[in-house]
């Protein structure tokens, strides 16, 4: 079974065509040749819903380095297949949406769909990857993707920055999460991520287990956006709308709640998971939801309410593991892991309507020329379309029936109302701070849907205001956002039938000790008649009614922050501050001296040998086995080292170059007495090679003037000299009387069948040494690749002004 495997590559596979594409027909958009992919994904894997809510998983595994344990396996059940759903049925309607938004005529659309590809591919490979290596490999594959996408405008300096920032971010989150990754794997003994939920309980009292916890979270909460790594996500907005929607509402944020949700059944049991996701989780959602109502951007506004929905989410995974605790499967604890089945439920509805939201805000930057909320206003009369998916997508979000957010909502208040019964909570402690948060930021959630229903759509027309004179969108650009919209509504009316089919076996694989058990009987409701949760609904709509009819009064709390202390301005500070002290570290070092180098590569060599070869015990002498010396060998040695001492006193370039060939050709002839003619034979040809390049080289240069040094310089000149000799000496003479390590003559002891050589010198030569050059040989032409494309670029640019001045 591999199309879960050809799922993963068919996008980077398509991305190749891309360009011919987009040349030989330029007559039609290329988004049409891009849509059909994640069409037909999407139709390929909904397929497997039947299948997987019966309970079946899928896996398949291709070899990669089976020798390391890494394989490109992918494993589909029902989490994984809840996320590939989104990534391709929003990548769909994002891509659909974007033929619309993305003028062929003056957008890079090749560039575009390319790096949109990419990032579809490598979101499949997070989700599917059962392998933790390559899951970080697809992991930091996003992270790149993403980075040109967000500076797909690149000649907009704020699409850099923001670009930059994103990237910084979520790869120094990443790089942690490589090493939680290696310190899992060395307790569990395995890269299989099956194989370490399968180990679940075994690992809580290894030393290693906190810390890979809380560095797998790292990763987490800086690509999902969590306080207070979330400053990159507002400045990623910088980037064209459809991948604000694609990547911000459906996609790459929620990477991190998938790894959250994967890695629950392994570190869920533990306090640390339970107190750390949580608290991160609701103090993102106040924080959020607390800044959106300042924003006058719209998408602003929804990158801020993106960060609030996100740490909702994050809140109830928190919460959801402490079912975990429970040693038994009953009902208490049942009734607690529903948080879980809550945030896959919300993780669904927030991709409808904030993707919604994103297209009608893109919509009305596309027919306005503006996003800026205090130059909007009465455009319900002139856009009607837009203003009915805005009313939808935005009283979804602030949790009012008949739209699925209030659904996801009232289980969200639910879990948060039953978490305090938990025994080490109490309504005297910490506990009753979750449902106070939690209603708070919901009513901050209403206020901001309010503002951007009321002041975009209602109030007075200001056309004298607007870039554009406003006008409906086309029927193509409306298409997607009326689909969403719509399933917004299917999903409040019909919820148990996206429960069953594809809630239930996602809950299932984060929670699988409660299927098996056969305890999960829960029924979405609508109405659950007058209870706590609905009254803290009305509150919401109350309070958040007076407080928008309020805003002008309150609103200049916002000023009693000071600006010197925000995270943003902290992060500016902190890299401008890196960046400072980098180039003076550099600068010390880097002096453009040859000499200079030379000593830090020897310092160095010399520091890391001798102080291995003295802690280690790696020097003793033992020469009662070795073969006598011969008088022609002694002979030769000398006759060596009289030729080594002699390049130093070299009046000319020429001279040291002949120097230098005699000295080699010696050394061959070493390997003739030594009996190893092809080791000879090859020595000789490259010292013949080399010092005739050498001679035609130096040839045209000027007369050989050379440096006066002063004692000191030349002092230490010296001391290194011995000092490198002696190591090289001494590891040679120690090196038959001491073995640290086993030998590695076992890799090449099948070397005639792998490469056909009866010299085993020629076997790493000719063969393992080749793949070495050849690697050596990419890079260089990579180098040679790049820097042909920026002067290609440069040359197209012409005098174009960068940064759009």
């Known amino acids: 079974m591999y199309t879960v495997n050809i799922a993963i590559l068919t996008p980077f596979i398509v991305a190749l065509f891309i360009p011919f ?11 049409w040749f891009v849509l059909a992919v994640p069409v037909a994904l999407f139709a390929i894997l909904a397929s497997y819903i039947p299948a997987i809510a ?82 970080y490999v697809f992991w930091e594959l996003t992270s790149i993707s993403s980075f040109l996408l967000i500076a797909y405008w690149h000649h907009r300096r704020q699409s850099r920055y923001g670009a930059q920032k994103s990237m910084l971010i979520t790869v120094m989150g990443g790089i942690g999460m490589l090493a939680g990754f290696l310190m899992l794997s060395s307790f569990a003994g395995t890269f299989s991520v099956r194989e370490i939920i399968g180990g679940m309980g075994d690992y809580a009292s290894h030393a290693l287990f906190v810390p890979a916890m809380l560095l797998i979270l790292l990763g987490a909460f800086t690509k999902s956006a969590q306080f207070p790594f979330h400053i ?45 996701v949580s608290i991160v989780g609701i103090v993102t959602l106040f924080w959020g939801s607390f800044t959106a109502i300042r ?49 896959l439920f919300h993780l669904v509805n927030h991709s409808t309507f904030k993707g919604a939201l994103f297209m009608v805000v893109g919509i009305v930057d596309h027919e306005t020329g503006t996003r800026d909320i205090r130059k909007l206003g009465g455009l319900m009369a002139v856009m009607p379309v837009t203003f009915t998916v805005a009313v939808i997508g ?51 959630t209403f206020v901001y849907c309010l503002i951007l229903i009321f002041k975009t759509f209602f109030g007075e027309h200001q056309p004298e205001k607007l870039e554009k004179s406003a006008h409906e969108a086309p029927f193509g650009m409306l298409v997607s956002p009326v689909i969403l919209a719509s399933l917004v509504v299917a999903f409040f009316f019909f919820p148990n039938v996206l429960g069953e089919f594809l809630l239930k076996p996602a809950y299932g694989a984060v929670m699988p000790a409660f299927i098996e058990a056969g305890v999960f009987d829960y029924q979405i409701k609508a109405w659950h008649g007058i209870n706590t949760e609905l009254l803290m609904t009305l509150g919401i709509v109350g309070l958040g009614f007076v407080l928008y009819r309020s805003l002008p009064r309150w609103v200049g709390v916002y000023s009693l922050f000071p600006a010197k202390l925000s995270l943003d301005r902290l992060y500016n500070g902190a890299l401008i501050s890196v960046e400072r002290r ?86 061959a002839l070493f390997f003739v007495f030594f009996r190893a003619p092809d080791l000879a034979l090859t020595q000789l040809v490259i010292e013949t090679v080399t010092a005739a390049l050498f001679l035609l080289c130096f040839y045209f240069l000027p007369d050989w003037d050379k440096q006066k040094h002063k004692t000191k310089p030349k002092l230490l000149n010296g001391l290194i000299a011995v000092a490198t000799g002696a190591m090289v000496t001494v590891l040679a003479l120690s090196v038959n009387s001491n073995r640290l390590f086993d030998s590695i003559s076992a890799f090449y002891e099948n070397a005639y069948e792998l490469a056909g050589a009866k010299n085993i010198v020629n076997a790493i030569l000719g063969d393992f040494r080749a793949f070495d050059t050849m690697l050596e040989v990419v890079v260089l032409l990579i180098a040679g690749l790049g820097v042909y494309v920026l002067i290609k670029l440069k040359a197209s640019k012409g005098g174009r002004d960068l940064e759009g001045k």
């Open 232 to 276: 990159w996500l507002p400045d990623a907005m910088e980037a064209p709308t459809p991948v604000s929607a694609y990547l911000h509402s459906a996609t790459m944020v929620k990477a991190g709640i998938y790894l959250v949700a994967r890695f629950t059944p392994v570190f869920g049991g533990e306090a640390v998971w339970f107190w750390v």
């Open 21 to 31: 594409l987009y040349k030989r027909l330029s007559a039609i958009h290329t988004g």
């Open 582 to 667: 980098s180039n003076e570290i550099t600068n010390r070092y880097m002096t453009g001296n040859m000499y200079h180098y030379l000593l830090y590569i020897f310092l160095v060599i010399l520091g890391l040998v001798y102080t291995v070869a003295l802690t280690t015990g790696a020097l003793s002498f033992d020469v009662s086995n070795d073969a006598p010396i011969s008088i022609y060998e002694g002979i030769l040695a000398a006759v060596m080292a009289i030729t080594a001492i002699s390049i130093l006193f070299a009046k000319s370039r020429m001279t040291g170059i002949l120097l230098n060939g005699v000295l080699g050709y010696l050394v």
């Open 295 to 343: 924003q006058t951007d719209l998408k602003a506004l929804l990158a801020y309410s993106t960060i609030s929905q996100l740490g909702l989410i994050m809140t109830l995974l928190g919460l959801g593991s402490a079912a975990l605790h429970f040693d038994v499967i009953d009902n208490q604890s049942f009734y607690y892991s529903l948080a879980i089945f809550a945030a």
């Open 394 to 444: 935005s009283f979804s979000m602030a949790g009012l029936p008949p739209f699925n957010g209030f659904l996801s909502k009232e289980m969200f208040f639910t879990a948060v109302l039953r978490i305090i019964e938990l025994p080490f909570f109490s309504v005297e402690t910490w506990g009753l701070l979750f449902p106070i948060i939690a209603w708070l930021a919901s009513v901050l």
């Open 54 to 135: 019966n309970g079946e998983t899928f896996y398949s595994s291709i070899p990669w380095l089976p020798s390391l344990g890494i394989n490109f396996t992918a494993y589909l059940d029902g989490l994984g297949l809840i996320f590939a759903l989104l990534i391709t049925g929003v990548g769909s309607l994002v891509i659909l949406y974007s033929i619309y938004y993305l003028s062929k005529e003056r957008e890079s659309l090749h560039h575009f769909y390319i790096y949109l590809l990419m990032f579809m591919g490598a979101m499949l490979g997070v989700v599917f990857s059962d392998n933790l290596l390559v899951l």
